[in-house]
Every structure is written in C-alpha cells, then in structure tokens.
C-alpha cells in the first residue's frame, strides 16, 4: 500500500514527537487519519468528534483541497499523496 | 525659417489638428487626452480627466496607462508645439490614431472647458516616496491615493510591527492602531516598533512615536483600547483596509465579522512558534471572496486552543509574514495584482517553505454567505492549558 504524507501543524507536533510530517499508510483519508493516531486517543480527540467526524475547527487537506470538498473522510488518496492537516493559528 | 520651424510645419502637415472643443468631445467618447506638460505646468490646472504624463517619460510609460494601441491620443501642452514633436513619437510608437490639441491648456481655458487642479506632492515627499513615484504601478496617482486612505491595525505587537512601520513608510495617510497593551521588554524580541527606551509606555503611543519619527507626514491614530463587540463598528469603520494582526482568536473572529459588517477587507495574518498563515478576507460582494468563518467556522474549545503559556514564536518570524500583510494593505489599496484571496498562504519557517491552501467562500457561511449578517459577539478568551 502506497504511504501517505501527512504535513502537521506546529500545535499537533506534540503528538507526533516534534516532526512536522508523518508518513501512514492508508487509501483513503479517514484511513490516513487513523493509522496517524492509532494508539494515542488524545490526538484522536482531538481531530474527530464522538461520531467519527471530523472536527470542525480541523481542517484537511488533500493537496490544496478541503477533503470536506473532495468527498470528506471518505476520499480516496492517490499513489504518493500529501496531506495538510490544519488548525487555527492565534499569535500575532 | 528656423531648423525648428520647418520642422513643425512638417510635423503640422502630417499630424491631424483638433482644436480644444473636438478635443473634449472626443474625450467624452473615449479618447484618451494626455496632457504632457511638466509637472510644475500642470500644478495650477490641467484639464479634468486628462492623463497627466510629462513628454519626458511619454513613450516610457504610455503603454501602461493605453494598452490598446488602437485608442485615439489627443496630446495636449502648453500652446500646442510640444505636443506635435510628442504626437509624432506616439505614432512611431505604434499608436494607430494621435492627435495635437491645437493651441495647447492656454486654448482649453480660454475655451472655458473644464479644468482641474490635482493633487501637488511637494518637494519633501516628492523625495520620499521617489522610489514610489518611479514605478508606474503607483506613479503620482497612486501615491496620491496611498495619501488619502485610511488603513485601522489590531495589535501594534509583533505582526503589527512591521506591518505599521511599513505602511507609514509607504506613506498611508492615516494609519489608526487598536492595542490596550503596554510595552515590556520581553516583546522587544520581536516588536520592532518599540524600544527600550519606551518601555512601560501604551503600545499604541509608543508606536505612534516611532511611526511619526519614520514619517511625520501622516496622521496615527491611537486607540488604547480592546475591540468589544459595542466598540468594534465605531473603532474600524471609515477605513478603507482592516489589518488583523491580533494575538487572540476571539478578536479575529471579531474583526471578521465586524469587517463583513462594514464591506471592508480584512488582511489576516497569524504566526506560532516557526510557523505563519497569511490571506486577505471579505471586502468583495457575497461570495466573491471568503471570510475567516469560511476557513474556520467556529473556534476551538478552550481545551484544544493554543497555550498562551507556551505560545512561543521566532522573532523574525512576524516579520515574515507582517511584510506580506502590508504588501497585500498596499496592493489591496493600489487595486494592483491579484490580492491573497481564496486561498491561504502558510509559511514554514523551519523548512524555508511557502505553501498554499485553497480557501473558497463557503456557500454555507454563518457569517459571509448571501443574505447573512454577520453578528458581532464577543467570544470567551480561548487559551488551553
């Protein structure tokens, strides 16, 4: 299965031991997500609501798409693709 | 007969002549009059409408102001001798249809056609801003117009920094900062409006020393005071740009839907630890541009925000994206380019990386979608642990 980047804001780098990207393994978003917070339930709270969805204060991007816009979770990633996940910034 | 005499009578023979009254029919009719005195000439009136483009830097910029080659150019100058030598040059340039407006600005007025007077730079500013005034994106008109607007900046911090010396710098006529903070030292890491020797001092006096120090031409504006929802209205409206450059979500928010409220375009910056986002929100009709509530509907809950205890950031790193946000002020104000909207910049510091997001208008917008008014709350402070 084709690995996946997925790019992490500075706010998440906590849970990803400092790196600003992660490659998992996944063929499509919700996928993706899963496997890059497999076994940390914190960071997976902190992305998806009870339900599964995601968070809407989250965003995600495949490429520079919203997944919202591309068919959500569920979205297919192509061979090789990047992921952005994005949360707002505050500091000025 | 004088070289220069023969000379004009065989420019007059090739150069079609309109007297001043054809010439302003014409250019009610889409012709394109030029006046092409010097600068010291047209100081005391030219006629209104006319493109104002002294016979030195003609052929430079001409194309700028006509593109179509094919548009009428009535040239006009003092009595009308210049203004043929000039014509003759438009016409090798390639313009199809150039004029010479017989007897020059001394036939206009005596004519009694309109006539106005523009706006002088003096002698100071015209220096100042020389290397403005140099390019024809801006030229004379748009310093002109850098001079009349009006820019509102939330937080004179470390974003607001650079983008207030800069905007002062470029010479934005009025510039009004909105801080209820006092200068410390531990923001001189990166607020290079302030100074040791200000510390203590309300932000938006200490900037306001600093600005007037830069360019004691322009007017500074200093609102010490936080934007509620019950001052928000009064503090941004009647400016032409809004700059966000605060370090708190519930002011963007805020200064997003109070921007939304007034029609005027909100510069959006904000910056953590090595990292930036950068994007110009609203000011455009409904669905034209998004809002910040487009990219991010609702704030997080105060478990998931930011820490303020931690929320360190590189000092450089306002200016890095300070700079854009007043690139994009003075763009937005210029009309010029395509403003750094639709999409978001995001800057890593750490990688020397631009990359951009694409950020539509959401249909469903709680605050900027068709037929919505934004409401002006006042959200709880949002700092996690």
Same mark, same amino acid.
């Given at each position: 299965?084709?690995?996946? *980047?997925? +790019?992490?804001?500075?706010?998440?780098?906590?849970?990803?031991?400092?790196?600003?990207?992660?490659?998992?393994?996944?063929? *499509?978003? +919700?996928?993706?997500?899963?496997?890059l917070t497999a076994g940390q339930e914190s960071f997976h709270d902190r992305l998806f609501t009870a339900e599964g969805e995601l968070r809407r204060f989250v965003n995600v991007y495949l490429g520079r798409d919203d997944v919202r816009r591309l068919g959500g979770l569920d979205a297919t990633l192509p061979a090789g693709a990047t992921l952005t996940l994005m949360v707002a910034l505050a500091g000025g | 007969m004088s070289l220069k005499?023969?000379?004009?009578?065989?420019?007059?023979?090739?150069?079609?002549?309109?007297?001043?009254?054809?010439?302003?029919?014409?250019?009610?009719?889409?012709?394109?009059?030029?006046?092409?005195?010097?600068?010291?000439?047209?100081?005391?009136?030219?006629?209104?409408?006319?493109?104002?483009?002294?016979?030195?830097?003609?052929?430079?910029?001409?194309?700028?102001?006509?593109?179509?080659?094919?548009?009428?150019?009535?040239?006009?100058?003092?009595?009308?001798?210049?203004?043929?030598?000039?014509?003759?040059?438009?016409?090798?340039?390639?313009?199809?249809?150039?004029?010479?407006?017989?007897?020059?600005?001394?036939?206009?007025?005596?004519?009694?056609?309109?006539?106005?007077?523009?706006?002088?730079?003096?002698?100071?500013?015209?220096?100042?801003?020389?290397?403005?005034?140099?390019?024809?994106?801006?030229?004379?008109?748009?310093?002109?117009?850098?001079?009349?607007?009006?820019?509102?900046?939330?937080?004179?911090?470390?974003?607001?920094?650079?983008?207030?010396?800069?905007?002062?710098?470029?010479?934005?006529?009025?510039?009004?900062?909105?801080?209820?903070?006092?200068?410390?030292?531990?923001?001189?890491?990166?607020?290079?409006?302030?100074?040791?020797?200000?510390?203590?001092?309300?932000?938006?006096?200490?900037?306001?020393?600093?600005?007037?120090?830069?360019?004691?031409?322009?007017?500074?504006?200093a609102h010490d005071t936080r934007l509620e929802a019950g001052n928000v209205l009064e503090l941004l409206g009647g400016h032409d740009v809004v700059v966000d450059g605060s370090d708190n979500l519930p002011t963007r928010y805020l200064v997003n839907d109070a921007c939304l409220r007034l029609g005027v375009p909100n510069v959006y910056g904000a910056i953590f630890r090595f990292e930036g986002q950068v994007a110009v929100f609203g000011?455009?009709?409904?669905?034209?541009?998004?809002?910040?509530?487009?990219?991010?509907?609702?704030?997080?809950?105060?478990?998931?925000?930011?820490?303020?205890?931690?929320?360190?950031?590189?000092?450089?790193?306002?200016?890095?994206?300070?700079?854009?946000?007043?690139?994009?002020?003075?763009?937005?104000?210029?009309?010029?380019?395509?403003?750094?909207?639709?999409?978001?910049?995001?800057?890593?510091?750490?990688?020397?990386?631009?990359?951009?997001?694409?950020?539509?208008?959401?249909?469903?917008?709680?605050?900027?979608?068709?037929?919505?008014?934004?409401?002006?709350?006042?959200?709880?402070?949002?700092?996690?642990?």
């Amino acid at each position: 299965m084709s690995e996946t *980047t997925i +790019r992490i804001p500075t706010p998440l780098r906590g849970f990803v031991g400092g790196r600003d990207q992660v490659a998992v393994p996944g063929a *499509t978003v +919700r996928e993706a997500l899963a496997a890059l917070t497999a076994g940390q339930e914190s960071f997976h709270d902190r992305l998806f609501t009870a339900e599964g969805e995601l968070r809407r204060f989250v965003n995600v991007y495949l490429g520079r798409d919203d997944v919202r816009r591309l068919g959500g979770l569920d979205a297919t990633l192509p061979a090789g693709a990047t992921l952005t996940l994005m949360v707002a910034l505050a500091g000025g | 007969m004088s070289l220069k005499d023969r000379r004009l009578a065989e420019l007059r023979a090739r150069i079609p002549e309109v007297g001043p009254a054809d010439a302003l029919a014409l250019q009610s009719g889409g012709a394109l009059l030029v006046d092409v005195r010097e600068d010291e000439e047209t100081a005391s009136g030219s006629p209104a409408g006319a493109l104002r483009l002294p016979r030195g830097f003609l052929e430079l910029r001409i194309e700028d102001k006509a593109p179509d080659a094919a548009r009428t150019v009535l040239l006009l100058c003092a009595g009308g001798t210049r203004s043929l030598f000039a014509a003759e040059d438009l016409a090798r340039l390639g313009y199809a249809d150039v004029r010479s407006v017989a007897g020059g600005f001394s036939a206009w007025k005596a004519a009694g056609l309109p006539v106005e007077v523009p706006p002088q730079l003096d002698a100071a500013q015209r220096e100042r801003y020389r290397r403005h005034l140099t390019m024809p994106e801006v030229g004379e008109a748009g310093q002109h117009r850098l001079l009349r607007s009006r820019v509102a900046l939330i937080g004179a911090g470390g974003l607001g920094s650079p983008i207030a010396l800069y905007l002062a710098a470029a010479g934005v006529g009025r510039l009004t900062l909105i801080d209820d903070d006092r200068v410390e030292r531990s923001n001189l890491q990166r607020q290079i409006l302030h100074a040791e020797s200000r510390l203590g001092q309300r932000k938006v006096e200490s900037g306001r020393t600093a600005l007037l120090d830069l360019n004691p031409t322009i007017e500074v504006v200093a609102h010490d005071t936080r934007l509620e929802a019950g001052n928000v209205l009064e503090l941004l409206g009647g400016h032409d740009v809004v700059v966000d450059g605060s370090d708190n979500l519930p002011t963007r928010y805020l200064v997003n839907d109070a921007c939304l409220r007034l029609g005027v375009p909100n510069v959006y910056g904000a910056i953590f630890r090595f990292e930036g986002q950068v994007a110009v929100f609203g000011g455009a009709a409904p669905g034209l541009r998004p809002c910040y509530r487009c990219l991010f509907p609702e704030p997080p809950p105060a478990e998931y925000a930011p820490s303020c205890a931690e929320a360190g950031v590189l000092g450089v790193l306002p200016g890095v994206i300070g700079t854009i946000m007043a690139a994009e002020t003075i763009k937005l104000l210029l009309g010029l380019g395509e403003p750094l909207a639709g999409r978001l910049m995001l800057y890593d510091g750490l990688r020397g990386e631009f990359n951009e997001i694409a950020v539509p208008a959401d249909p469903d917008c709680p605050s900027c979608s068709n037929g919505v008014t934004a409401v002006l709350s006042d959200i709880a402070a949002v700092c996690g642990g």
